[in-house]
């Protein structure tokens, strides 16, 4: 990919991170309200409860949601990263990338580190992700097979996809 097509990549990506990091930002803030008028809310939607604690500790369930949406709207080849720090090997952290841009909607759980991460990071090259060793990279498949869930946590990923994807879409 020439560096143009990397630019134009970014330039694409960067208002569907924005318009998802708002979205995830409205469940964290409406969570309890979200869930107690949910009259199909799913059994197992505690699952995905940690989003409401949202960036922090979340990197698995936002990657998942947002690499299924690019997945189904053009973007394919998007992929879940998994890595781990290799200053702290128990530290463990899930983004997403497509081709050569790396796209992080929870980097800001990192406090510590310095320099600071963005809330949203869409860019060409690894740089924040540099200090992560990748341990494997997950394409998205239809109906979340690839994670082997159960019946009721798949209806929960569905139940909060279809509200991430309400809340991304007014934006």
Same mark, same amino acid.
């Given at each position: 990919?020439?560096?143009?097509?990397?630019?134009?990549?970014?330039?694409?990506?960067?208002?569907?991170?924005?318009?998802?990091?708002?979205? &995830?930002?409205?469940?964290?803030?409406?969570?309890?309200?979200?869930?107690?008028?949910?009259?199909?809310?799913?059994?197992?939607?505690?699952?995905?409860?940690i989003l409401q604690h949202y960036p922090?500790?979340?990197?698995?369930?936002?990657?998942?949601?947002?690499?299924?949406?690019?997945?189904?709207?053009?973007?394919?080849?998007?992929?879940?990263?998994?890595?781990?720090?290799?200053?702290?090997?128990?530290? @463990?952290?899930?983004?997403?990338?497509?081709?050569?841009?790396?796209?992080?909607?929870?980097?800001?759980?990192?406090?510590?580190?310095?320099? @600071?991460?963005?809330?949203?990071?869409?860019?060409?090259?690894?740089?924040?992700?540099?200090?992560?060793?990748?341990?494997?990279?997950?394409?998205?498949?239809?109906?979340?097979?690839?994670?082997?869930?159960?019946?009721?946590?798949?209806?929960?990923?569905?139940? &909060?996809?279809?509200?991430?994807?309400?809340?991304?879409?007014?934006?």
């Amino acid at each position: 990919m020439s560096d143009h097509e990397t630019t134009a990549l970014v330039s694409r990506l960067l208002p569907i991170a924005t318009r998802f990091r708002a979205a &995830l930002e409205i469940l964290k803030r409406d969570w309890e309200q979200i869930v107690d008028d949910a009259d199909d809310r799913p059994r197992k939607i505690s699952v995905f409860g940690i989003l409401q604690h949202y960036p922090w500790s979340c990197c698995d369930k936002t990657t998942l949601l947002l690499v299924r949406y690019l997945s189904e709207n053009g973007y394919p080849e998007a992929l879940c990263v998994n890595g781990y720090d290799k200053r702290k090997v128990s530290r @463990r952290h899930t983004w997403v990338r497509v081709g050569e841009v790396h796209i992080d909607l929870t980097a800001d759980q990192f406090k510590r580190f310095r320099p @600071r991460p963005d809330p949203i990071i869409v860019t060409a090259g690894l740089q924040f992700h540099s200090r992560f060793k990748v341990i494997d990279e997950v394409r998205y498949t239809a109906g979340w097979a690839v994670w082997k869930w159960d019946a009721d946590c798949i209806a929960a990923a569905e139940w &909060l996809y279809e509200k991430v994807m309400r809340l991304a879409e007014d934006k």
